[in-house]
């Protein structure tokens, strides 16, 4: 791996594989996961509106709250092509190995 500087003086990592790109924005989403993301995701901030709209106690609000929040993380990680936890673990699927 080759290591160029970057902002602040902070040391960027960079995988040979990524074309260029730091490693932790490299796409490692497969196109059809990253639609499914995003709608799910979208789905999942409007539903968490509505409840969040209408919730009645401290426990309603909290839920729904992390409903909208967990629609936020699909939904931005679908619309980057970046997910962290398969960066973190390795993971790559199969369309996206061969254009490596």
């Given at each position: 791996?080759?290591?160029t500087p970057g902002a602040g003086g902070a040391v960027a990592v960079r995988n040979p594989g990524t074309r260029g790109?730091?490693?932790?924005?490299?796409?490692?989403i497969s196109p059809a996961e990253r639609l499914g993301r995003i709608a799910v995701g979208l789905a999942g901030i409007a539903a968490g509106a509505v409840l969040l709209a209408g919730a009645g106690s401290v426990l309603a609000v909290v839920l729904?709250?992390?409903?909208?929040?967990?629609?936020l993380?699909?939904?931005?990680?679908?619309?980057?092509g970046h997910c962290p936890l398969h960066a973190r673990l390795g993971y790559l699927p199969k369309p996206l190995r061969s254009l490596r």
């Open positions: 791996m080759n290591s790109r730091p490693a932790w924005r490299a796409v490692n729904a709250a992390l409903l909208v929040a967990a629609g993380d699909l939904a931005v990680t679908g619309a980057l």
